[in-house]
């Protein structure tokens, strides 16, 4: 164990993760001149509206909201703000509710009954400034036509225990949430709405962050059907009766490209996974680390993407390639796991017993695998180390490490052998982040 390597990958990755400080982003986005707010470059003369209200929801939706409050001043009317359980705060102009994540549940339910009736109150005089992160698609869920928030947990834990990307979570989410896929929009018109997103999700595209309640949808009913079929799902009742009514056109599709909910409606995004690694790879460098920032869209089961991750700290150790030692290599995304086990951990620990396994061999090696949340998966921990001696500090206690990674209990491995990152909520979402540290010997 390499104190000194992992001291130093915690920095940079603490490096990253200030970089996407949600309020920081928001400073960066929104400034008040006079009776105006200025947006990327567009102006905003705020005498033209009656009211401007806020409604921030996702894991970040606190330090959000706090930046819009105090941009704003008196000029925030009011607004909802809904986060995780655990991760609520005090605010001046915005009620604060907290809901479930990553499983919806009946707070979430009522937080957007709470946010449609608010909007339903708003008209084409008001300014609606939505803050949008990583967990909405949870943290606010309005069923449709007869679904409840059972059939929504069941649905959503069956894809996500089949290893459904987050494009399909969503794809799905859309069409059984009346909030999602455009939703949000819809009932905000006729005001006019302004959207700041915090990107979870590999490439950044806005119809899938918190499944993309402000922008148009690009899914369908049919493509619903298709994952269905293809993770051979089973439905209840009320979801396979959406369903049916959905592919045959008695309810309607989530709002599309032109429709005019969209008019009034702007989006804009203010931080990402790529933001992250830039910083990350500013305080690498600082460091001493050579460094490269391999990609920000890393996505695949968690144990196939950590083979790589060992292919490449193998390359540097045996041949200095591509980067001469001492190395720091980035990356970042969001993996899947296809739960077959019963144990308990996240992605990011399961990535790291992974690459563990494939590194016995290896000194002077180090992966750092967490999440920018501080959450990996339903567990206390951000991600987890490993390195050349993961095994056999394993084996110290009397540990199988492959027996624990088939389980999918990498959290109970990794607690044993001192290896969790625990930072806590750190306020923000942009996926994972993945640092491999190759040292000269």
Same mark, same amino acid.
């Given at each position: 164990?390499?104190?000194?390597?992992?001291?130093?990958?915690?920095?940079?990755?603490?490096?990253?993760?200030?970089?996407?400080?949600?309020?920081?982003? *928001?400073?960066?986005?929104?400034?008040?001149?006079?009776?105006?707010?200025?947006?990327?470059?567009?102006?905003?003369?705020?005498?033209?509206?009656?009211?401007?209200?806020?409604?921030?929801?996702?894991?970040?939706? *606190?330090?959000?909201?706090?930046?819009?409050?105090?941009?704003?001043?008196?000029?925030?009317?009011?607004?909802?703000?809904?986060?995780? $359980?655990?991760?609520?705060?005090?605010?001046?102009?915005?009620?604060?509710?907290?809901?479930? $994540?990553?499983?919806?549940?009946?707070?979430?339910?009522? !937080?957007?009954?709470?946010?449609? /009736?608010? &909007?339903?109150?708003?008209?084409?005089?008001? &300014?609606?400034?939505?803050?949008?992160?990583?967990?909405?698609?949870?943290?606010?869920?309005?069923?449709?036509?007869?679904?409840?928030?059972?059939?929504?947990?069941?649905?959503?834990?069956?894809?996500?225990?089949?290893?459904?990307?987050?494009?399909?979570?969503?794809?799905?989410?859309? $069409? *059984?949430?009346?909030?999602?896929?455009?939703?949000?929009?819809?009932?905000?018109?006729?005001?006019?709405?302004?959207?700041?997103?915090?990107?979870?999700?590999?490439?950044?595209?806005?119809?899938?962050?918190?499944?993309?309640?402000?922008?148009?949808?690009?899914?369908?009913?049919?493509?619903?059907?298709?994952?269905?079929?293809?993770?051979?799902?089973?439905?209840?009742?009320?979801?396979?009766?959406?369903?049916?009514?959905?592919?045959?056109?008695?309810?309607?599709?989530?709002?599309?490209?032109?429709?005019?909910?969209?008019?009034?409606?702007?989006?804009?995004?203010?931080?990402?996974?790529?933001?992250?690694? $830039?910083?990350?790879?500013?305080?690498?460098?600082?460091?001493?680390?050579?460094?490269?920032?391999?990609?920000?869209?890393?996505?695949?089961?968690?144990?196939?993407?950590?083979?790589?991750? !060992? !292919?490449?700290?193998?390359?540097?150790?045996?041949?200095?390639?591509?980067?001469?030692?001492?190395?720091?290599?980035?990356?970042?995304?969001?993996?899947?796991?296809?739960?077959?086990?019963?144990?308990?951990?996240?992605?990011?620990?399961?990535?790291?017993?992974?690459?563990?396994?494939?590194?016995? /061999?290896?000194?002077?090696?180090?992966?750092?695998? !967490?999440?920018?949340?501080?959450?990996?998966?339903?567990?206390?921990?951000?991600?987890?180390?490993?390195?050349?001696?993961?095994?056999?500090?394993?084996? /110290?206690?009397?540990?199988?490490?492959?027996?624990?990674?088939?389980?999918?209990?990498?959290?109970?491995? &990794?607690?044993?052998?001192? /290896?969790?990152?625990?930072?806590?909520?750190?306020?923000?979402?942009?996926?994972?982040?993945?640092?491999?540290?190759?040292?000269?010997?």
């Amino acid at each position: 164990m390499d104190e000194k390597m992992r001291n130093d990958a915690y920095s940079i990755m603490s490096g990253a993760i200030s970089a996407v400080e949600p309020s920081a982003c *928001i400073y960066r986005a929104v400034k008040k001149e006079g009776r105006s707010i200025i947006i990327n470059t567009r102006s905003y003369d705020l005498s033209l509206y009656c009211n401007i209200y806020a409604i921030a929801f996702g894991k970040a939706a *606190i330090p959000m909201s706090k930046a819009i409050e105090d941009i704003l001043g008196d000029s925030l009317a009011g607004g909802i703000a809904v986060t995780k $359980h655990g991760f609520g705060g005090p605010l001046t102009k915005m009620k604060v509710y907290e809901s479930g $994540h990553p499983m919806p549940d009946e707070n979430s339910v009522a !937080a957007g009954k709470t946010v449609h /009736d608010f &909007l339903e109150r708003t008209d084409e005089k008001d &300014l609606i400034l939505f803050l949008i992160s990583g967990g909405g698609s949870a943290l606010i869920t309005l069923p449709r036509k007869g679904v409840s928030i059972t059939d929504i947990v069941k649905l959503t834990d069956s894809l996500m225990r089949a290893g459904a990307t987050i494009d399909e979570l969503n794809t799905v989410r859309k $069409h *059984i949430c009346s909030i999602k896929g455009g939703g949000l929009a819809k009932m905000a018109y006729p005001s006019e709405s302004v959207s700041f997103i915090l990107s979870d999700v590999v490439g950044d595209p806005l119809d899938v962050i918190a499944s993309g309640p402000t922008v148009p949808d690009t899914s369908t009913f049919s493509e619903f059907n298709e994952l269905v079929e293809r993770y051979n799902l089973k439905l209840s009742p009320a979801v396979s009766g959406l369903l049916e009514d959905g592919l045959e056109g008695v309810i309607e599709e989530t709002p599309k490209s032109g429709a005019l909910v969209f008019e009034k409606t702007s989006n804009y995004l203010v931080g990402n996974n790529a933001l992250a690694l $830039h910083e990350a790879e500013k305080r690498a460098s600082e460091l001493g680390y050579n460094t490269m920032v391999l990609t920000s869209s890393i996505v695949g089961e968690a144990r196939e993407v950590a083979k790589v991750f !060992a !292919a490449i700290a193998r390359e540097e150790r045996l041949r200095s390639t591509p980067l001469p030692l001492p190395v720091c290599i980035l990356a970042g995304g969001e993996t899947t796991v296809t739960m077959k086990g019963k144990g308990t951990g996240g992605r990011c620990q399961e990535l790291a017993l992974s690459f563990g396994i494939e590194v016995p /061999d290896l000194k002077g090696v180090l992966l750092l695998a !967490a999440g920018t949340d501080g959450n990996d998966g339903t567990t206390d921990s951000a991600g987890a180390f490993a390195d050349g001696g993961t095994v056999q500090r394993g084996k /110290d206690v009397q540990l199988d490490a492959r027996r624990y990674l088939q389980d999918n209990d990498s959290y109970a491995y &990794l607690k044993e052998t001192g /290896d969790l990152i625990v930072t806590g909520p750190t306020g923000t979402n942009v996926m994972d982040i993945y640092i491999i540290i190759v040292g000269r010997l």
